[in-house]
């Protein structure tokens, strides 16, 4: 089955560190993939996506991910992360010709002053 | 503003009985999604539409039902027939394939 796995429940960072959370995928079609971030209690909001193209995409909140097909990655990078940036954050990907996202369980940031 | 409502926020109910949950977008989406969402889980596709009057079932979809009569609302029943209905739902809407998915603010269920 389709599926996106993040392996890191829980990151702790401290506030200037540099960030990766990882998101793999498996194999499919065409992938679009996603990275959403979600504060407490409320809806998702999206950090960027990949359709096509250059495989490093940047996004909002200084955010960037970049696609390696071959790993079947796409991880997410922040070179100084923000105390407002502790929250969880959720990969996804659609297949190409599909409806369903699939998510990932989501990876809970914490981030030490 | 543009976007997707959900309400309401917080929902209560004796368990047993039903409760539609409600989502509204003014997105002029095609596509609309329902989610349900437990720690440590992830997001779990409970039913989604792709147009008006159709509908198909998600992953979860046993307990729950939908309907899809107008292009801008997309409600979601928790019947009693759902065994464990106490989560978080949301709701997403995209233009149509491979197009991001916005997302409501969410409502909490709760059921004792």
């Known amino acids: 089955a389709q599926s996106v796995t993040q392996p890191d429940i829980h990151i702790t960072v401290s506030e200037g560190a540099s960030l990766e959370l990882r998101c793999n995928y498996s194999y499919g079609a065409t992938p679009y993939l996603f990275w959403y971030v979600q504060s407490p209690g409320q809806g998702l909001q999206l950090l960027l996506k990949?359709?096509?193209?250059?495989?490093l995409v940047q996004g909002i909140k200084g955010f960037e991910a970049e696609f390696k097909r071959s790993q079947s990655s796409f991880n997410l990078r922040k070179p100084s992360v923000h105390w407002s940036d502790a929250a969880e954050y959720f990969c996804a990907v659609v297949f190409s010709g599909t409806y369903k996202y699939i998510f990932g369980t989501g990876t809970r940031l914490k981030v030490l002053a | 503003d543009g976007g997707i409502t959900q309400s309401p926020k917080y929902l209560f109910r004796k368990e047993g009985q039903n409760v539609t949950l409600s989502c509204e977008q003014n997105l002029n989406h095609d596509a609309m999604y329902w989610y349900r969402q437990d720690p440590g889980q992830g997001l779990r596709l409970i039913y989604y539409?792709?147009?008006?009057?159709?509908?198909q079932k998600g992953d979860i979809a046993e307990g729950y039902s939908v309907s899809r009569e107008k292009k801008e609302s997309f409600p979601l029943t928790v019947t009693s027939a759902q065994k464990n209905p106490t989560a978080f739902y949301l709701c997403a809407s995209n233009q149509g394939l491979n197009t991001e998915a916005f997302f409501g603010q969410g409502t909490r269920l709760t059921v004792v």
């Open positions: 539409s792709q147009i008006v009057n159709d509908f």
């Open positions: 990949y359709f096509s193209g250059d495989t």
